[in-house]
């Protein structure tokens, strides 16, 4: 059974920084695409960033308003994803959750493109 598990989130000031994890069992990350996504209040779940397999070409795709700010990386001994969030402003309050096994290859994915996902994890950032 594949179970995503994300974690990190809080409430943090502006220019702030978090670190989320995203901990998956029942398959090996390694293998597959993995995204990050979030909801905002009121608005539609959209991509954040995204990281490619292990062993593909390294993709690792970020929305506009994060490039610079926002890390997605893997830790593949434990099985575990990161994104690393810096400056964050109140635009980034959300929920974020990852997903995986949709594409990230020439762009980030969109929610349906993706099987599995987390319960997600919330992240408040105060001006």
């Known amino acids: 059974q594949v179970q995503l598990v994300e974690s990190g989130g809080g409430l943090v000031q502006s220019g702030g920084s978090l670190t989320l994890s995203c901990a998956a069992s029942?398959?090996?990350?390694?293998?597959?695409?993995i995204e990050w996504f979030r909801r905002a209040p009121g608005k539609e779940r959209e991509g954040v960033a995204c990281?490619?397999?292990?062993?593909?070409?390294?993709?690792?795709l970020y929305e506009d308003s994060v490039k610079g700010r926002f890390t997605v990386s893997r830790d593949s001994a434990k099985n575990t994803v990161y994104l690393q969030m810096n400056d964050l402003q109140p635009t980034d309050t959300a929920v974020y959750y990852c997903?995986?096994?949709?594409?990230?290859?020439?762009?980030?994915?969109?929610?349906?493109?993706?099987?599995?996902w987390g319960r997600g994890t919330q992240v408040t950032v105060s001006s």
């Open positions: 029942g398959l090996t990350l390694d293998w597959y695409n």
């Open positions: 997903a995986i096994n949709g594409l990230c290859k020439d762009r980030l994915g969109f929610p349906y493109e993706y099987d599995y």
């Open positions: 990281i490619g397999p292990e062993h593909g070409v390294g993709n690792r």
